[in-house]
């Protein structure tokens, strides 16, 4: 037979655990609500197309593309240059279009794009630089 003081212990035990299993579920469900928001899918069409347009098309398109880079056409921006690829999906850091906004050199002569703007463009190369 159980002792009143048993079951005590063993209700504050059940209790005990509960408590620490909420708590520890607490945080990764605050976590995953953070990476929702910091990994939305930014889309190619509705996002990184107009940035391009704005600052790039003027010399990199169908109709004047300066070595042959054309970023008018997710194809385009895909195909690269007269020398090779210019995104490499996923990577950031081997991508020579990111390298030349991020150092100035393109949008040539023109005004340097705010950070806010290549971020959006890093952020399609980080997720795979979708057709999306
Ligand atoms: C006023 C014209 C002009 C604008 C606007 C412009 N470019 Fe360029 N771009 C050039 C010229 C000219 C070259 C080739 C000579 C050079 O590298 O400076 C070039 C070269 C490049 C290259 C190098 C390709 C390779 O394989 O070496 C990349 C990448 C590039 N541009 C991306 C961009 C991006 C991205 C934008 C918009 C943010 C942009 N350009 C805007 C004229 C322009």
Redesign the pocket.
């Known amino acids: 037979m159980l002792l009143r003081s048993d079951i005590t212990a063993a209700l504050a035990a059940v209790v005990g655990i509960a408590l620490a299993v909420q708590t520890d579920g607490n945080t990764p469900v605050k976590d995953n609500a953070i990476t929702a928001v910091t990994q939305r899918e930014v889309s190619f069409a509705e996002e990184v197309l107009p940035i391009?347009e704005k600052?790039?098309v003027?010399?990199?398109s169908e109709d004047n593309a300066?070595?042959g880079?054309k970023?008018d056409t997710y194809e385009g921006v895909m195909g690269?240059?007269?020398?090779?690829t210019?995104v490499e999906a996923g990577d950031v850091d081997a991508s020579?279009?990111i390298d030349?906004?991020a150092s100035g050199?393109?949008?040539?002569?023109?005004d340097p794009?705010p950070a806010e703007e290549l971020d959006v463009i890093k952020a399609w190369v980080t997720e795979g630089a979708q057709k999306n």
């Not at 050199?105 to 023109?110: H, Q, R, S």
């Open positions: 391009l600052y790039c003027e010399c990199h300066e070595l880079l970023l690269g240059s007269d020398y090779g210019v020579l279009l030349m906004i050199d393109m949008p040539d002569g023109g794009m």
